[in-house]
């Protein structure tokens, strides 16, 4: 059994139809990744497992279990969480802060979680009693899946982390992001910048104007024709 | 000494109905800071507080009826939310504010309902209502406690949105109300909270402010409510501090006006929306306003 399962989802964007019948998988452990242009419906995908935005139709399980159009915080006390697009930390909140919010329905002790954070990421550890806002746009992205992971995911999805960041800084995203798989958890990646998300995923899924077009290994992909003419520039 | 007893008396009814200012302007502020609405019907929920003490404390003793009157204004204010504003969250933010004045108008009407329009007398509460001499000046009890236990209040107040969970969460949703919800945070409880703290501290407001002024008509909520609602925009809408300071220098500075002397007293309430424009011309945000006013 897939640890998530999206069957034929349907999701309207206003009056426009941005998913239009998808169908896909994500096995436990795995690095998936959905790349496409903009507007091809990937956030949208995400809003919806999350909870945020309500599908018109299909069907999403989560470990077998039902999770369509639940609330948001149902969805995040099951083991799903997301990193929004843009990062979307919390300015005024200290870094500290920032890492508890994370961890807001969990009602035991997160000394060992914000030790396991700091370990990750020792520059947080360094901003503590800093106000999120002041920090970086990579610090700020790496808080964001900090905080993310205080909710201590089984499946973490990432909504554009490389977006607006500096090459060097992306490289050290990604090698966070295999790090967490490593140790057990689940990505779902989105991503514009289709080249690094293939070198890293198990399983990719290409998205065009809300439908699946093309499923592969990360590699595949990355060697497919189709999918180098239009997203990856050679 | 001579100065001093002149003057002493309009300078503590000023803090003193700073005071009671400052309790109606949390809710005011706190709601906008949330909801970027600005609830007309909280100077009414004030009212009706008033209206509640009265009919109650007819029927019951004090002990009772004031933990009464509180709660009972609590949940109407949490009623209001729930009915009028929570349907409405997704709508644009103009559908909630005629929302708002509707509310403001039905409570009202209510209250012309019930009284037929006649002024009700509040009742005395013993021991605040008595009268206490400060030197050659004589005042009131409930105009000493009413700064001391507005500030008691607002320190507690302050900790609980700075140190407690529920704190943290209300910083996060009147921040982003998305992200919040990715983090697992209810937002509909944690408004509704924020409707249940601002109708607690505006009963608490009226207690006081009542004392002092021993009748209740429909239309009492209304200048208090909109004098709150100054103060808040004065300190900058959205920082309980600021609409503290504000409520605290609007309640002094009209009283001052009050001095006969200077014989201004019919341009008191003139004095406050003066001081708004001022504020605003010079500092558009208040004085303790977060430079970005608009919800990102």
């Known amino acids: ?234 | 000494m001579e100065f001093i007893n002149t003057y002493l008396p309009y300078i503590l009814a000023g803090i003193s109905v700073g005071g009671q200012y400052a309790l109606i302007a949390i809710g005011y502020t706190m709601v906008y800071g949330i909801l970027r609405l600005i609830n007309f019907a909280h100077g009414d929920i004030f009212m009706a507080a008033g209206f509640m003490m009265v009919y109650l404390s007819a029927s019951m003793p004090l002990y009772i009826s004031i933990p009464l009157v509180i709660i009972l204004t609590v949940i109407l204010g949490f009623l209001v939310e729930r009915i009028a504003y929570r349907p409405l969250r997704t709508a644009p933010r103009m559908s909630i504010m005629i929302s708002a004045i509707g509310v403001s108008y039905l409570l009202q009407n209510c209250a012309w309902y019930l009284t037929s329009g006649l002024p009700k007398q509040y009742p005395k509460i013993p021991w605040i209502s008595a009268s206490v001499s400060i030197g050659a000046s004589t005042t009131t009890v409930v105009t000493l406690i009413t700064p001391i236990l507005t500030i008691v209040l607002i320190v507690a107040l302050v900790l609980l949105i700075k140190h407690t969970k529920i704190g943290m969460a209300m910083r996060a949703v009147s921040r982003d109300f998305e992200t919040s919800q990715c983090m697992g945070i209810k937002i509909n409880s944690v408004i509704g909270i924020t409707f249940i703290i601002g109708s607690f501290l505006a009963a608490i407001g009226s207690l006081l402010y009542f004392t002092n002024y021993s009748t209740v008509t429909p239309i009492s909520g209304a200048m208090p409510g909109l004098k709150a609602f100054v103060a808040a925009v004065f300190g900058g809408i959205g920082s309980v501090p600021g609409a503290v300071v504000g409520a605290f220098l609007i309640g002094i500075c009209e009283n001052i006006l009050k001095i006969k002397e200077l014989d201004m007293t019919t341009f008191s309430d003139a004095f406050t929306f003066a001081l708004l424009i001022i504020i605003l011309i010079a500092k558009p945000t208040g004085l303790f306003g977060e430079k970005i006013t608009d919800k990102v």
Do not use: C, H
């Open chain 1, 1 to 234: 059994m897939p640890l998530l399962k999206i069957s034929d989802l349907k999701v309207n964007y206003g009056a426009i139809e941005a998913v239009k019948g998808i169908s896909f998988e994500v096995p436990e452990k795995s690095i998936v990744t959905l790349i496409g242009a903009n507007g091809a419906g990937k956030s949208t995908t995400l809003r919806t497992i999350a909870g945020l935005v309500k599908p018109v139709s299909g069907t999403i399980e989560f470990k077998g279990e039902d999770i369509t159009a639940k609330d948001p915080a149902l969805i995040v006390s099951r083991g799903i969480t997301l990193v929004p697009e843009g990062r979307k930390i919390f300015p005024d909140l200290t870094v500290l802060e920032n890492l508890k919010i994370g961890a807001y329905l969990r009602k035991d002790n997160l000394d060992d979680d914000l030790n396991w954070i700091y370990d990750l990421f020792p520059r947080l550890k360094e901003r503590t009693w800093q106000m999120g806002g002041t920090l970086s746009g990579g610090e700020q992205q790496m808080l964001a899946v900090a905080r993310a992971l205080m909710s201590r995911p089984k499946l973490m999805m990432m909504d554009e982390p490389s977006l607006g960041l500096a090459p060097m800084i992306v490289r050290d995203i990604f090698d966070i992001i295999r790090e967490i798989n490593r140790q057990g958890i689940t990505i779902l990646l989105i991503e514009q910048n289709a080249n690094m998300a293939l070198q890293t995923a198990d399983i990719g899924y290409v998205l065009e104007t809300g439908r699946i077009t093309l499923t592969g290994s990360g590699k595949d992909l990355l060697t497919n024709e189709a999918v180098k003419a239009a997203y990856l520039g050679t």
